[in-house]
């Protein structure tokens, strides 16, 4: 007899009973707003002189509260009375929402009916608003069923488990139990955890370890690459299943999404080739997997395998590694495009583009290309943290380790870290007209050079914060040095046979002169760097127009060292000559 018409409680409900009692306890309250004190125009005064004695004159939040109550409130025995009102009805569902025979859709609305005369009284105007409010619904007929939640055809992935318990107004709907439904103010949406898939799940037969990779990782790749042709002929299935059901806009937007995995299968086949056909690529992809093994293991971390998405991400760059060294007949493009690595946070983006970075330094070393930038990897500003540093530098620490091992198979010079951001680090460091900075060399202190240690652990001898920096004046250089006298940087780096080697320190340039003047392999900075490239002519180094070496002072374009030395006058002042 009542469908489609609205029904309320009866005056005297549980609804109004409860709302009295807690009206009740809020006069108990000191926190909750009472009659204040007005103006002549009715307007509330929350102004109040603040006691003598400063900021620290109220002593604590309990008399905080008794001085606004003192001073604010006119009256603490009254509060705000709210009319809250409950209506409900049942209509039959409409088409759109249900296609179960006898569905009834039923509406519940609780709702804030104060007048502004009430509020008024309070100098809320119009605004007697009540936040957070819920309530709870429970069936006493009938089943709860899932509503539609009206996906587009682009979300058809999502479509099998399509519903939700209900529909709110400016509220969520959620089922507590079995016909038992209640809203929430502040909804939440839980996602589920991303789950990277075992290789076995696959149908692979073998897993992506590093130990594996850093000796026979033909077989293992191949094996990616067939479970990815495995995988696209279930999402054909699925695609034609959804032709044949009549969801035909579904289905286009799903074979354009298959596409874009047929484009990603084909850079993943790709590089497997490139390593199957390039001896010398190959050796550096297994190097750099021996590297990362070596670099979690330093690092104390259980990780001996990539995860999927790294390793196929790792073999969609293979080209890109390759191109770099490559005569231009063999260009393909591939450089033109710029790739992007989604995943979410702490899924291991960084190792994946590091394990890329790790193996182009081996790369470019077997191919001749003796010093300067492998990478730039530029963070956004405030992003670049220094965990992500301290990571980096493990890597390559076990790379130089490699290097050093392998003998004329990598010449060159070691593999170094720079710094180079906006803020953060200094500039200049040595030229007298520095004098005045925190960071002049010859006077800087203990604090400013306790400032500039990036890495606290020693990447080499894994020593906890033995990492210390010392100025060299001769050189014009800030060194991260280990404390450890046995540690591989101390008795086993190489000194070079130029004065090329960095045995003594880490090889991390900390200022933007030293970056300039040494041109670390891996230049780890912020976005706003980029700003440099146009108007200061020392950038040019980085990019390969400094080919001459000073043992002390670094690369210079010109045959001749460009660096001023640092020497003491006659007045014992350091001066630059």
């Keep these: ?167 709110g107004i400016t509220t969520s709907v959620e089922q507590i139990g079995l016909n038992h439904y209640g809203t929430d103010a502040l909804p939440v949406s839980g996602l589920e955890r991303i789950k990277n898939p075992a290789p076995n799940e696959l149908g692979m037969s073998e897993e992506p370890a590093f130990e594996l990779l850093s000796d026979n990782p033909i077989p293992a790749m191949k094996g990616l690459v067939g479970a990815l042709d495995t995988y696209l002929d279930s999402w054909q299935t699925h695609i034609d299943a959804m032709a044949s059901s009549g969801q035909e806009e579904e289905s286009r937007y799903a074979t354009d999404e298959r596409k874009l995995l047929l484009a990603e299968r084909q850079n993943i086949n790709d590089g497997v080739a490139l390593l199957e056909q390039h001896p010398d690529l190959l050796q550096a992809f297994k190097w750099m997997n021996e590297a990362m093994l070596r670099a979690f293991e330093h690092q104390g971390k259980p990780i001996a395998t990539w995860r999927l998405f790294q390793i196929g991400f790792i073999l969609t760059q293979v080209r890109a590694v390759y191109e770099r060294c490559c005569t231009e007949s063999e260009l393909s493009g591939h450089l033109d495009t710029a790739e992007v690595l989604w995943f979410a946070t702490g899924g291991g983006k960084t190792e994946a583009y590091m394990g890329i970075i790790i193996m182009a330094m081996f790369y470019e070393r077997m191919n001749h290309r003796l010093y300067g930038p492998t990478a730039w990897m530029k963070f956004p500003l405030r992003m670049l943290s220094v965990q992500q540093f301290q990571r980096l530098s493990y890597a390559v620490a076990q790379a130089n380790i490699i290097k050093v091992r392998e003998g004329a198979k990598l010449e060159g010079h070691p593999f170094t870290i720079g710094y180079f951001t906006g803020d953060g680090a200094p500039g200049m460091i040595s030229p007298g007209y520095m004098e005045d900075s ?140």
């Design 438 to 577: 925190p960071y002049y060399l010859p006077k800087i202190d203990e604090f400013s050079l306790h400032k500039l240690r990036f890495i606290s652990d020693c990447p080499y001898c894994n020593e906890v914060d033995s990492i210390r920096v010392v100025k060299d004046l001769s050189a014009s250089r800030l060194k991260h040095v280990c404390g450890n006298d046995l540690c591989w940087s101390n008795s086993a780096m190489p000194a070079g046979s130029y004065g090329e080697g960095t045995r003594g320190e880490i090889g991390i340039y900390v200022s933007d002169e030293e970056v300039y003047r040494f041109l670390p392999t891996v230049l780890v900075g912020t976005i706003d760097k980029l700003s440099v490239i146009g108007h200061n002519k020392r950038f040019k180094a980085l990019l390969g127009h400094a080919p001459y070496f000073c043992p002390e002072h670094g690369f210079t374009a010109g045959t001749k060292c460009e660096h001023a030395r640092l020497e003491r006058d006659d007045t014992g002042t350091y001066v630059s000559n």
């Design 1 to 167: 007899a009542d469908l489609n018409n609205w029904v309320r409680p009866e005056p005297g409900n549980h609804l109004e009973q409860s709302l009295r009692e807690i009206q009740d306890r809020w006069i108990d309250d000191p926190r909750v707003y009472k009659v204040p004190v007005t103006r002549d125009n009715g307007h509330a005064i929350f102004t109040f002189e603040w006691p003598d004695g400063g900021e620290y004159a109220i002593a604590d939040q309990d008399e905080f509260n008794e001085i606004i109550q003192r001073e604010v409130f006119a009256r603490l025995n009254a509060t705000i009375e709210h009319d809250v009102r409950l209506r409900s009805r049942l209509r039959k569902a409409p088409a759109s929402l249900s296609d179960i025979p006898g569905a009834f859709l039923l509406e519940t609305f609780i709702e804030n009916n104060t007048s502004r005369d009430v509020a008024l009284a309070f100098d809320l105007g119009s605004n007697a608003f009540l936040f957070d409010v819920r309530f709870k619904v429970r069936l006493t007929g009938g089943d709860g069923h899932m509503l539609p939640h009206k996906l587009a055809p682009k979300d058809y992935r999502y479509k099998e488990n399509d519903g939700v318990p209900g529909y």
